[in-house]
């Protein structure tokens, strides 16, 4: 099992571009959620999918946007990129909610730095 | 407002000593709490959940409802211990990728 898999793993892109970043989900799961995690800070939620479908939703811009396709598979895009969207982003699947002993599986995730 | 903090960003022991990871929370109702951990070019992944109540790699930690607290805990800490520790919650039971992290403590085990 290869887990969680994301693309790409760096990304250098200039202010007011845009960037789509992919993840695979663990086979089975249906579940993706988004994080953005910040230099020196604990990863902050962004979105979760579940069957095509958003399920929860953090406090970001709506520069952010996502969709998970029905293999489950799943990007993020960040439209008009601002300095401070530099992070890492990671990406998590899990089983599906309602399910006992539900556990997300991170990837390695991807290194967006803007410029 | 649902909030997690650990207050302590870097905790430095030696080998053999206790060690104690603090983390509160603030969350209106029952809520579901994790602890992550990350090793050295490493993934996240999952250490331990307050609802196994179970001890992985010798750590332990209780819910305490009174004080908003979900203390990790080891007696004696080993140099593979080593690692960025993060406390997180799920305010909403068993939807698995909604989390709340804290800031993360950073534990460093000397010989």
């Known amino acids: 099992d290869a887990g969680v898999t994301q693309s790409p793993t760096h990304l250098i892109k200039t202010r007011g571009q845009h960037v789509t970043l992919r993840c695979s989900p663990i086979s089975g799961h249906k579940s993706v959620s988004w994080y953005q995690q910040v230099l020196g800070q604990g990863p902050q939620f962004i979105f979760q999918?579940?069957?095509?479908?958003?399920?929860g939703r953090g406090n970001f811009p709506d520069r952010f946007s996502a969709r998970q396709f029905p293999n489950y598979s799943s990007e993020l895009n960040v439209n008009a990129l601002l300095l401070g969207d530099s992070a890492l982003y990671l990406c998590a699947s899990s089983t599906p909610p309602g399910q006992v002993n539900t556990e997300a599986f991170f990837g390695q995730g991807t290194r967006l730095t803007v410029v | 407002a649902q909030r997690v903090t650990q207050p302590e960003k870097l905790l430095s022991v030696f080998k053999g000593a206790p060690v104690e990871l603090k983390c509160n929370y603030s969350?209106?109702?029952?809520?579901?709490l994790f602890w992550y951990v990350q090793y050295s070019r490493q993934r996240l992944q999952l250490l331990l959940r307050h609802i196994s109540r179970e001890s992985i790699k010798g750590f332990t930690a209780d819910l305490n409802k009174g004080e908003t607290s979900f203390h990790l805990k080891k007696p004696f800490a080993q140099e593979e211990d080593s690692a960025m520790y993060y406390c997180a919650l799920n305010g909403i039971y068993n939807q698995g990728g909604k989390l709340i992290f804290g800031q993360g403590t950073e534990l460093s085990v000397k010989p």
């Open positions: 969350y209106s109702g029952s809520p579901e």
């Open positions: 999918y579940y069957e095509k479908e958003e399920r």
